[in-house]
């Protein structure tokens, strides 16, 4: 869970995340925030912390919450946010797609479930870019911006070497990585909730600004040289 300046919402999250996970290990990775995530998690009996000295972005940050996970023998991870728009009860949702075959499980806003809505550039935006990876992965994305994912081994094991720390590229550009990589992405529908505390960063400049961000980070996801494909396991 990449965490940054998230000591309102925190709380309410971890909480969840023990009542609706209570075998799971939770990390968060507190992104070099200046307020009191960090104390947060230190006083919840929930959480494992992986405290960044700097700001690297959710990139960065994903980076070092899979490379830990590699590094402790990990099978699997679940990516959630530390704002509280993903439900915890959606989790295991998501990580039965990795039982029916996917390394790379995203957990989609516009797939039928729940009544979460984007308009305007925003939504666009998340239009071309899902029309776009659906193809270069040969399977149909609806939400391409998610960060709600469950992945493998093999997804661990790749995202700790090369999760891509551009803006939108923890979500954009990791799906295209995933895919040149070999990896067998399948998505599917959870409700999104609007977080639980802080401010949304929507607004008709911000929402233009985002389609251009998103074209950009698209066109740098297509045209970086791939990567050599994950090996799979020898069984």
Not at 35 to 40: E, G, S
């Amino acid at each position: 869970m990449p965490a940054w300046n998230e000591q309102e919402s925190l709380p309410r999250v971890l909480a969840e995340l023990a009542a609706e996970a209570p075998a799971a290990d939770v990390l968060v990775v507190n992104d070099g925030s200046t307020d009191d995530t960090a104390a947060v998690v230190r006083a919840s009996h929930h959480a494992m912390l992986l405290d960044l000295p700097l700001n690297l972005g959710v990139g960065g940050a994903m980076r070092a919450g899979y490379r830990f996970a590699l590094r402790n023998g990990y099978d699997r991870a679940v990516q959630v946010d530390a704002d509280g728009q993903h439900d915890p009860v959606d989790i295991a949702r998501v990580v039965a797609m990795l039982d029916e075959g996917a390394n790379l499980a995203v957990g989609a806003r516009f797939a039928g479930e729940g009544d979460y809505t984007a308009r305007g550039p925003r939504r666009w935006a998340m239009s071309m870019l899902s029309f776009v990876i659906s193809r270069i992965a040969k399977v149909r994305l609806t939400d391409t911006t998610s960060g709600f994912r469950a992945c493998d081994r093999r997804g661990i094991e790749l995202f700790a070497r090369e999760y891509p720390a551009e803006y939108l590229g923890d979500t954009v550009e990791s799906l295209v990585i995933a895919s040149r990589a070999g990896l067998t992405i399948r998505q599917v529908g959870v409700r999104m909730r609007v977080r639980s505390a802080g401010t949304p960063s929507q607004s008709p400049g911000r929402a233009a600004i985002f389609l251009g961000r998103a074209a950009l980070a698209l066109l740098i996801a297509v045209t970086r040289p791939m990567s050599a494909p994950a090996h799979k396991d020898a069984s």
